[in-house]
């Protein structure tokens, strides 16, 4: 028994309850025109397959990828084939695949408990995360402070990591946001990696040295701390957040649809059940709620920027409509020297454009509502990779993301320096 005691605490209880994906495979299928779309749409609206979009359907160029479960892999085949639609399997064996990112996990969380320094080259828990924001702080403490800003459905607190040189309550600021979609695992790895680049480069880069004495910085690693904290326990590919929703049996909403910018609008459901689904109203979810409440209250932020993943984009306002913000020649600009620095460490190639004509509609979004609310330079980062691995990003690329991202917010961090208003 006290062997059996000590497995379930290496393992850990999270793991063992954790939802399997046994014999679950990730299609890509290669969707041509509007009918291709509208039967896979068909497809993936059925209840009896049970499929979920990864990389849900977009401009036609693009590929779809779609999460199949192992008892509906032959069903599907069956009609994609019959429909003439070109599909490939991208992950042979998804468990597998997650098998790997817990056994890596519990490695260096031993590691760690052993007295190792946070590792930034692996995934971690919430609580990890948060102590390291304390790590932080403590060990600069004239340029970096934990800021608590409110706290999830869930009642655990949402954390703010505020860089700043100055004194002054209201200085033009940058808002950095990370793992708003909670199974993007590796936006909340790179956002906390960021969080240590800032101080360990401050006053030896001078690029990163001049916007902090013009400038302040605010970083937000974990936007959904519920939903990360259930991809860790239960289900690994959650997005949305863990509201209720009344007179439903589904629970959370999407909270990058969230936003009162153009709210329940293109690119939005009204269906409690879907990934998608907009909520009762905006700001509903109190972790929308807490991020412009903060900002509105601050009332001088001259740039926000949400990282993502996956896909290797990065986009402007608008998603709520195909007319072109007022500002997106410039935007534009900026966008592609970020994407072109970027691409400058590893060689790592981004799609440059407006949310809605990039990828798809989205109306709800936290860079349109920045962006309509008078913060100008709003962008919005999908990072590694293209899909051979979607949410799985092995741990192995956590630094070289992290490292060639950081290239890209630089450029924009410096433009927005240079182009106060």
């Given at each position: 028994m006290r062997w059996i005691l000590l497995l379930g605490t290496l393992i850990g209880p999270s793991i063992c309850s954790r939802e399997k994906f046994f014999g679950d495979q990730v299609f890509r299928i290669n969707v041509k025109n509007e009918d291709e779309m509208n039967k896979l749409?068909?497809?993936?609206?059925?209840?009896?397959?049970?499929?979920?979009?990864?990389?849900?359907?977009?401009?036609?160029?693009?590929?779809?990828?779609?999460?199949?479960?192992?008892a509906s892999l032959q069903s599907v085949k069956s009609f994609l084939t019959s429909k003439g639609?070109?599909?490939?399997?991208?992950?042979?064996?998804?468990?597998?695949?997650?098998?790997?990112?817990?056994?890596?996990?519990?490695?260096?969380?031993?590691?760690?408990?052993?007295?190792?320094?946070?590792?930034?080259?692996?995934?971690?828990?919430?609580?990890?995360?948060?102590?390291?924001?304390?790590?932080?702080?403590?060990?600069?403490?004239?340029l970096s402070s934990r800021v608590k800003i409110g706290h999830s459905f869930e009642n655990r607190p949402l954390y703010a990591l505020k860089f700043s040189t100055a004194a002054e309550e209201r200085r033009p600021a940058i808002w950095l946001n990370a793992g708003i979609h909670s199974r993007e695992w590796i936006s909340q790895a790179t956002g906390i990696w960021t969080a240590r680049k800032i101080v360990?480069?401050?006053?030896?880069?001078?690029?990163?040295?001049?916007?902090?004495?013009?400038?302040?910085?605010?970083?937000?690693?974990?936007?959904?701390?519920?939903?990360?904290?259930?991809?860790?326990?239960?289900?690994?590919?959650?997005?949305?957040?863990r509201s209720r929703s009344p007179g439903s049996r589904c629970i959370g909403v999407d909270p990058n649809r969230n936003w009162n910018a153009s709210f329940a609008g293109q690119g939005a459901?009204?269906?409690?059940?879907?990934?998608?689904?907009?909520?009762?109203?905006?700001?509903?979810?109190?972790?929308?709620?807490?991020?412009?409440?903060?900002?509105?209250?601050?009332?001088?932020?001259?740039?926000?920027?949400?990282?993502?993943?996956?896909?290797?984009?990065?986009?402007?306002?608008?998603?709520?409509?195909v007319k072109k913000a007022p500002d997106a020649e410039e935007l534009d600009e900026v966008a592609r020297r970020a994407a072109k620095a970027l691409a400058s460490l590893s060689g790592t190639k981004y799609q440059v454009g407006p949310t809605c004509t990039t990828v798809y509609p989205a109306s709800g979004s936290s860079i349109d509502w920045a962006y309509d609310n008078g913060i100008k330079y709003a962008f919005t980062f999908e990072l590694r990779d293209t899909g051979s691995h979607g949410f799985l990003l092995p741990a192995n690329q956590i630094i070289p993301t992290a490292e060639e991202t950081w290239l890209g917010l630089k450029t924009i961090m410096e433009h927005v320096r240079d182009h106060l208003y």
């Amino acid at each position: 028994m006290r062997w059996i005691l000590l497995l379930g605490t290496l393992i850990g209880p999270s793991i063992c309850s954790r939802e399997k994906f046994f014999g679950d495979q990730v299609f890509r299928i290669n969707v041509k025109n509007e009918d291709e779309m509208n039967k896979l749409t068909h497809l993936v609206n059925s209840d009896n397959f049970m499929l979920n979009f990864w990389k849900p359907p977009s401009a036609f160029t693009r590929a779809v990828d779609v999460l199949v479960p192992s008892a509906s892999l032959q069903s599907v085949k069956s009609f994609l084939t019959s429909k003439g639609l070109e599909y490939s399997v991208t992950i042979e064996d998804l468990q597998s695949l997650l098998d790997n990112e817990d056994e890596e996990m519990r490695h260096n969380e031993g590691k760690e408990r052993s007295g190792d320094e946070f590792n930034y080259g692996a995934y971690h828990s919430l609580e990890a995360i948060y102590r390291e924001m304390d790590s932080i702080a403590e060990d600069f403490p004239d340029l970096s402070s934990r800021v608590k800003i409110g706290h999830s459905f869930e009642n655990r607190p949402l954390y703010a990591l505020k860089f700043s040189t100055a004194a002054e309550e209201r200085r033009p600021a940058i808002w950095l946001n990370a793992g708003i979609h909670s199974r993007e695992w590796i936006s909340q790895a790179t956002g906390i990696w960021t969080a240590r680049k800032i101080v360990s480069d401050y006053k030896k880069d001078p690029a990163i040295t001049s916007i902090l004495e013009k400038m302040d910085i605010f970083l937000l690693p974990v936007a959904n701390p519920d939903g990360y904290v259930y991809t860790q326990t239960k289900n690994r590919f959650w997005r949305k957040t863990r509201s209720r929703s009344p007179g439903s049996r589904c629970i959370g909403v999407d909270p990058n649809r969230n936003w009162n910018a153009s709210f329940a609008g293109q690119g939005a459901s009204d269906n409690p059940c879907s990934e998608v689904y907009h909520g009762p109203h905006a700001n509903s979810e109190v972790e929308v709620k807490s991020v412009v409440d903060f900002i509105q209250a601050h009332g001088n932020f001259k740039c926000f920027i949400d990282l993502h993943s996956y896909s290797q984009l990065l986009m402007y306002p608008y998603g709520y409509t195909v007319k072109k913000a007022p500002d997106a020649e410039e935007l534009d600009e900026v966008a592609r020297r970020a994407a072109k620095a970027l691409a400058s460490l590893s060689g790592t190639k981004y799609q440059v454009g407006p949310t809605c004509t990039t990828v798809y509609p989205a109306s709800g979004s936290s860079i349109d509502w920045a962006y309509d609310n008078g913060i100008k330079y709003a962008f919005t980062f999908e990072l590694r990779d293209t899909g051979s691995h979607g949410f799985l990003l092995p741990a192995n690329q956590i630094i070289p993301t992290a490292e060639e991202t950081w290239l890209g917010l630089k450029t924009i961090m410096e433009h927005v320096r240079d182009h106060l208003y």
